[in-house]
């Protein structure tokens, strides 16, 4: 089956330094990505959509200038949040899934982000 | 924008009794998906429906989109304690991306 690799799985740093977070389909090419935000026992709030070779779609009330994506290939999308603070503390995760409109999200498995 | 309500929030049930969660859109649909998400895992894709009044069983689960397509549920029979989790419904509409729903969250008391 379809598998998706997120890396790392936890990260504690500074309030300031800012964080990359990577997403890679395993066996499988993705145009589109997902970058979801999970806070605890809370639902899925999806931040941005990221599309290979080309800028990525953020929701409403999420800054682009806070949480760069990246998809510059394939296979690999990055999240990277930027200068971050403890309120930046949360679950990132991401998903990927099959080119066509109907294909299932594949999830990594997260990445659990506290900034002190 | 598209709504996506998930009742009940919690739930829990003695193994063995059955369980169901609803989740409602205000807005018709073009297909929506379930997800199971572990305690302290990710969510993993169980089912996707696209027709009208369509039934879909996987064991014990069985999965319902409404007539109008504007409503699904999930249904498991006889619940066990490895059913425990939280249950995503994901919706969509026409040209639009999957919308999570807040989930229900099943516990299963042994």
């Known amino acids: 089956g379809a598998v998706v690799s997120q890396h790392p799985s936890r990260v504690i740093c500074k309030s300031g330094t800012s964080v990359k977070i990577e997403c890679r389909s395993l066996?499988?090419?993705?145009?589109?990505m997902f970058w979801y935000r999970q806070f605890p026992k809370q639902s899925l709030m999806l931040m941005a959509t990221?599309?290979?070779?080309?800028?990525?779609?953020?929701e409403q009330g999420v800054e682009k200038d806070k949480f760069l994506i990246n998809h510059a290939s394939l296979t690999l999308s990055t999240l990277t949040v930027t200068s971050a603070h403890p309120e930046d503390s949360s679950f990132y995760i991401c998903?990927?899934?099959?080119?066509?409109?109907?294909?299932?999200?594949?999830f990594g498995d997260g990445t659990r982000l506290s900034i002190l | 924008g598209q709504q996506v309500m998930q009742i009940p929030q919690y739930q829990h049930v003695q193994e063995g009794e059955d369980f169901t969660t609803y989740c409602n859109s205000s807005?018709?649909?073009?297909?929506i998906q379930w997800y199971k998400q572990r305690p302290g895992g990710h969510p993993v894709f169980l089912i996707q429906?696209?027709?009208?009044?369509e039934v879909k069983k996987q064991k014990r689960l069985t999965f319902q989109f409404g007539e109008a397509k504007k409503n699904s549920s999930l249904h498991i029979t006889a619940t066990q304690t490895t059913d425990v989790g939280t249950y995503f419904c994901?919706?969509?509409?026409?040209?639009?991306?999957?919308?999570f729903g807040p989930g229900t969250r099943l516990s299963v008391l042994p």
């Open positions: 998903s990927a899934s099959r080119p066509g409109s109907n294909q299932p999200q594949h």
């Open positions: 066996d499988f090419q993705a145009t589109t």
């Open positions: 990221s599309n290979e070779g080309s800028k990525a779609t953020y």
């Open positions: 807005t018709t649909l073009s297909n």
């Open positions: 429906l696209v027709k009208s009044g």
């Open positions: 994901a919706a969509r509409n026409y040209g639009q991306n999957f919308v």
